[in-house]
């Protein structure tokens, strides 16, 4: 393929960019499901 | 016992807090931590080209994949134990810090940044020292050397970058296994596993690849002497950049693979697998929040 030696595989990048979306979206979620979670640790930072 | 899931997540949010507030309040002194992490990991990268060259193929393939895993077992196991700094666990205990609330992204970003300037500095200082040294400088290590440069630059990015993916899967996954540990023999077994998969089943990381293309591009000169005289193909000439044979190709790919395996495949599913109410109990009887690895 063209891209096999290049740093712009659109692949590879569309790859991550969907990953790095993923694991964002996934960290969101799972903080509005669970406001009070580790809520301890925040009262400690403050 | 060893700890549950729901407190082995509990304590890798408190080495993230440990590593995150050295970079906040010290950070020369994670600099410095990083840079001996990736001089330990290119202890590994040499004792694996001192013990691999010359080994015959037809012996048994593979085998000089296994010895190469077998010697670099202790590189993570002495990182861990001084809690020096590997780029590619702190992505992993990273992302459980966001999870835990004890960093933001930006704060895992700088981190990133700073343990692989780190890394990268002490990985090519180690190794251009040794290029200087003239032992690997031989016929056998100069040809295996060399050879393990074109077989890591000469691969495509797609290839490059899915070993990337395997490699901090299986190694972040034993990062997570030498918190997990109680005693230091179960540590250094869970420690010395995740090298092991990953040079024995050639997988791509970042800091090794920095050790293992440094030396054949260190001593590249000395090899294009000798090469004409044990081949009467074009040797291959390796480089630093972008392209085939290019250290900065190979660099580039291994890095995107390596954020994926460690956080994706280890930090992420292991978050999830834990239970956010036992988690949630066992906050509310604690007290310290940091603890050294």
Partial sequence: ?46 | MPASVDELMVKIADVCTYKWDMLKNRPLAFFLSAFAGGAFVSFGAMLALSVSAGVPENMAVGFANLLMGLVFTFSLVIIMFSGMTLVTADMAYGIIGIFHKRINCMQFVWGVILAYAGNFTGSIFFMWLLSKGGGYAALPWLVHAHAIGVAKTGATSMQIFVMGIICTWSLQAAAFLFVKANDDVSKILMAAYGPLAFVAGMAEHCIANIGFLAVPLFQQDLYLKVAGKITNHAPVILHWGFGQYGWAHNQLYTILGNFIGGILFVGVIFQLVSNPERVSEIYKNKKEFMIKL
């Avoid at chain 1, 290049?6 to 993923?22: E, L, Q």
């Avoid at chain 1, 694991?23 to 930072?45: G, T």
């Fill in chain 1, 1 to 46: 393929m063209d891209f096999d030696y290049s740093p712009w595989n659109p692949i590879i990048w569309a790859f991550f960019g969907v990953f790095v979306f993923t694991v964002i979206l996934i960290i969101s979620v799972f903080h509005k499901k669970y406001p009070d979670y580790a809520e301890r640790c925040e009262q400690e930072d403050e």
